[in-house]
């Protein structure tokens, strides 16, 4: 018997009185320093799940393709039930593997079919399902195959999947749910992409959030990930900018803190601008030297060039740290101005050697209507001869191809550019680039109420620091516990940023949402500071029985897990490598997230009834294996959209 009573937690029935328990995260190890695996000592069979069923003498069904059974348990069952019912019903195993589908919920079964996909001519779907289900061998598999309607479910066999997926989730920790489903496969991904001196916006926080999660889900599916941010840093405010430096400009305000600071005095140039109306001629007026201005800069004048670059690398400088803070390292921060002269001349010179352009006063247009109605007429030059937003983008899509040989491109763009989006991959199919049908635009909707107590939003920063204030303030209402606390400030930066991040991930991505504070650093609900609470919490029982080693956990006797909250537990964990596959096609971290609540709601139904505490060695260690494994892809998943789990909070 373990010696240290170890009380289970209802967290269901705890929720409301949930502020924050006492904290001490060690932020300089996320990972935690409890429970420390040796991979030395591992059993090698436990590192894939083909593997392990060798080691049990279970046949593995015939691997079809596209499917990943060494990562997937998912992918083992539906190549054994398509295999098998391809036996029972002389269908194309190809077909049925098509057709299996998700279920909503678990008391419908892990996989079912929709007879009438089948299109099996003249026969009765219900009459089929139930023969079908009747004859099923359920083998080492499946638990259960029932006729539901025109519906076939399966169900699969927890006590199977706690003896090949526990040890698989322990042993392959943080790398469970990945799977190099591609092979040397490039994407190049461009989110966030502010402007600089301009706000960042909310549109700018949602490709941020949405851009982070896809990079780290494409690389954990095996692609090489390139993370581009795109600077809007360029145009004619950059000559509004430099004229209003040298008059409203401050070399201390500016190192102190850049952003706020171009922000601040390209607000203050723009009034004057305003003020003036047409009062001025173009050399006196504002206006006119801000053009003359972006002139020589697109001239190349080296003079004008110097004070831009600055502009532009302090900027750099902070944005890189406040990334940081949301664990988003870009490879490169590039950005319209360095959308290349050649390929912008070249770009024009195709647009008219394929006839795709015309000349309307001066200024030179795309009539995009001949391809699609819908895309309208765009401008692709000025008839002062400077470039465009649209033929930077086209250079620089054909400068990024030239660089990366990318195999598919991702733009993380709000939707009220879908016209625009659309229109570019139209100009760029039209020049006869192969690749562009590998670009991708991923839209979102609108965030409303979205402004600080201080007003407007600057910048992520000022956002980040608002958050972490308000979920500060919910700390403190619970006055004893925030006693203990001994770094508020980080566990609410965290926290807080898990808030942001979890509102913004929680729905499909077109949805609009508004900005609701409270609702967000709530602990009650489907929140961030929920899952963040979840982790906590599965980290300390861990923590609390400390007696059980990675050993204990890995050979412990599974078969002692027979709890039917256990079950769904058992059934959740095997699905999620599924998950993240599923998210890959629809480019969804709904999907995720929506897979963590499902989880961390199932762990505390769980913490009822598999106590670990007072328990015989044995039971101890397969509870704690459960447990962990659950706390593993928690972690794996909070990781993956991008949050820091906390290990105490
Ligand atoms: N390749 C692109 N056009 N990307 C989108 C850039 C977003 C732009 N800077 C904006 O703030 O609206």
Not at 199 to 212: C, V, Y
Not at 500 to 509: G, L, P, Y
Not at 517 to 530: H, I, K, L, V
Not at 593 to 616: E, I, P
């Amino acid at each position: 018997m373990l010696r240290r009573a170890l009380r289970p937690v209802n967290l269901a029935h705890r929720l409301s009185n949930i502020r924050i328990a006492p904290v001490l995260i060690h932020l300089k190890s996320p990972q935690g320093t409890v429970q420390q695996l040796d991979f030395q000592k591992r059993n090698m069979s436990t590192t894939s799940i083909t593997s392990q069923l060798q080691a049990m003498s279970i046949q593995e069904p015939a691997t079809m393709e596209g499917s990943f059974p060494k990562y997937n348990v998912v992918d083992l069952m539906r190549n054994y039930v398509s295999q098998e019912l391809s036996k029972i019903s002389g269908v194309d195993v190809k077909l049925i593997y098509e057709a299996l589908e998700w279920t909503n919920t678990l008391d419908r079964g892990d996989l079912l079919i929709p007879v009438p996909r089948l299109r099996i001519k003249g026969a009765n779907p219900k009459e089929l399902a139930v023969e079908w289900a009747e004859k099923f061998p359920l083998g080492d598999f499946l638990s259960k195959v029932e006729a539901n309607g025109p519906f076939v479910q399966f169900f699969f066999r927890p006590d199977f999947l706690f003896k090949v997926v526990l040890p698989n989730i322990l042993v392959r920790r943080e790398k469970y749910g990945s799977a190099p489903l591609v092979e040397n496969k490039k994407v190049v991904i461009e989110f966030s992409s502010p402007n600089i001196a301009k706000p960042f916006h909310a549109g700018h926080l949602r490709s941020t959030i949405i851009g982070g999660f896809l990079s780290n889900l494409y690389e954990k599916l095996g692609w090489e990930v390139v993370r581009l941010n795109y600077l809007g840093d360029w145009g004619k405010q950059f000559g509004v900018l430099a004229v209003g430096f040298e008059r409203y400009g401050s070399e201390e305000a500016l190192q102190k803190d850049p952003i706020k600071h171009l922000y601040d005095v390209y607000v203050r140039v723009n009034k004057d601008i305003e003020a003036e109306g047409d009062s001025l001629s173009e050399s006196e007026s504002t206006d006119g030297q801000a053009r003359a201005y972006f002139k020589k800069m697109e001239d190349g004048d080296a003079a004008a060039l110097a004070i831009w670059k600055r502009f532009r690398e302090l900027s750099i400088d902070k944005y890189i740290e406040t990334y940081a803070r949301l664990n988003i390292h870009y490879d490169s921060y590039s950005g319209e101005s360095q959308a290349s002269k050649e390929s912008m001349a070249k770009a024009l010179k195709m647009f008219a050697e394929k006839g795709l352009t015309h000349e309307d006063r001066g200024a030179t247009l795309i009539d995009l209507t001949k391809f699609n109605k819908k895309l309208g007429k765009t401008i692709v030059q000025k008839s002062d001869g400077t470039t465009l937003y649209l033929t930077r983008d086209v250079g620089t899509a054909m400068d990024r191809y030239e660089k990366y040989h990318f195999d598919k491109m991702i733009y993380v763009i709000a939707c009220q550019q879908d016209l625009y989006a659309a229109q570019l991959f139209e100009v760029l199919k039209q020049m006869g680039y192969e690749w562009a049908k590998d670009l991708l635009h991923i839209n979102f909707g609108m965030v409303q109420g979205m402004s600080t107590r201080k007003g407007t939003v600057v910048f992520l920063d000022n956002i980040l620091e608002e958050t972490r204030d308000k979920m500060h303030d919910v700390m403190k209402t619970n006055e004893t516990k925030y006693a203990q606390i001994e770094n508020p400030d980080e566990v609410a930066d965290l926290v807080g940023i898990s808030a942001v991040m979890i509102q913004d991930m929680q729905a499909k991505r077109i949805n609009n949402y508004e900005f609701k504070w409270e609702r967000m650093t709530s602990f009650e609900g489907d929140t961030g500071p929920y899952l963040q609470y979840a982790h906590s919490r599965l980290r300390s029982v861990e923590r609390n029985a400390s007696e059980i080693t990675e050993e204990m956990m890995i050979n412990a006797d599974l078969s002692l897990l027979k709890e039917p909250v256990a079950e769904i537990l058992i059934r959740l964990l095997g699905q999620y490598p599924d998950v993240l596959r599923n998210a890959a096609k629809t480019h969804e971290p709904a999907t995720v997230v929506t897979y963590l609540f499902k989880l961390t709601h199932q762990v505390s139904s769980c913490y009822d009834v598999l106590w670990v505490a007072g328990q015989t060695q044995e039971l101890a260690a397969a509870r704690l294996a459960l447990y962990a494994s659950a706390r593993q892809v928690l972690y794996n998943g909070m990781t993956l959209l991008g949050l820091t789990p906390v290990d105490r909070m």
